[in-house]
DNA sequence: GCGACAG
DNA sequence: ATCTTGTCGC
């Protein structure tokens, strides 16, 4: 029996995924990480694809640096691009990273001075099917610390959208308070948090390369004037 | 078979 | 992801 054009893909997306997912780093790795209020800290960037209506064939790739930690606008670059991989779940970064990488890329040549600490991602991080989400994956291919914040919640490895789910997120006071996704494994795969005193519905944060999940929450949390980080949030906007 | 499925 | 304006409440 042959595999489909799909499934072929996915197989062989599922393998480059464990093979980058061993160069993953989910712990702190720098100096600013570590002091409570991120002194050290000067730039955090973030990245999105936009779509427009019926097409799901050509986006606008954004990147946007902003100060730390006023969140003023210190760089911003928009470049529409023509996907050509497919949107499957679990693999949303075989689909976006070639255009974020490559944003990343053009800023590193352009303003180097520019380059973000840190950079929040649209989607997940370590919360994934395999561990191994967006945020992961272009930490890894980039090399730079990244955050996952999702803003809808994926129900995996025993995370589900339950009663006590909602009852947890209706526990959630004010912005910054928290509790843990839980796999079944044991393992605490992210965070759903709080981001703002006004947003009841939270966003889903994960390890994505470089940072903990504590210093991603707090972090998270500073870079919130609304419920989606500002260094996201940015290009929704515009 | 049915539901779920980041963006 | 996007389709979609106004409206209600603080």
Not at 12 to 27: C, F, K, M, P, Y
Not at 150 to 163: D, R
Not at 180 to 191: C, D, I, N, R, Y
Not at 225 to 236: A, C, D, G, N
Request: with cysteine; net charge negative; charged share 20%.
């Amino acid at each position: 029996m042959s595999a489909s054009p799909e499934e072929s893909l996915v197989q062989q997306w599922t393998s480059e995924q464990a093979r980058l997912r061993q160069q993953l780093v989910e712990e702190d790795t720098e100096d600013w990480q570590k002091s409570p209020g991120f002194s050290g800290l000067e730039r955090v960037g973030g990245v999105d694809l936009s779509f427009i209506k019926g097409d799901d064939v050509n986006a606008c790739a954004q990147l946007v640096v902003l100060s730390y930690p006023d969140l003023e606008l210190l760089y911003e670059n928009s470049q529409m691009v023509t996907l050509t991989a497919p949107y499957v779940a679990g693999f949303l970064a075989f689909r976006e990273t070639p255009f974020l990488i490559e944003a990343l890329q053009q800023l590193e040549r352009d303003k180097p001075e520019l380059l973000p600490q840190v950079v929040f991602v649209d989607g997940n991080g370590i919360f994934h099917y395999r561990e191994f989400g967006l945020a992961c994956h272009l930490g890894v291919l980039s090399g730079l610390p990244c955050v996952g914040v999702a803003k809808n919640l994926l129900q995996v490895q025993g995370v589900y959208k339950s009663e006590e789910h909602q009852s947890q997120i209706a526990a959630l006071q004010k912005g910054g308070d928290s509790f843990p996704l839980t796999a079944t494994s044991g393992k605490v795969l992210g965070k759903a948090l709080r981001s703002s005193d006004k947003s009841s519905k939270p966003v889903y944060v994960s390890v994505g390369h470089k940072i903990s999940l504590d210093a991603a929450v707090r972090l998270t949390h500073s870079c919130c004037r609304y419920r989606v980080p500002e260094p996201i949030r940015q290009e929704m906007v515009q």
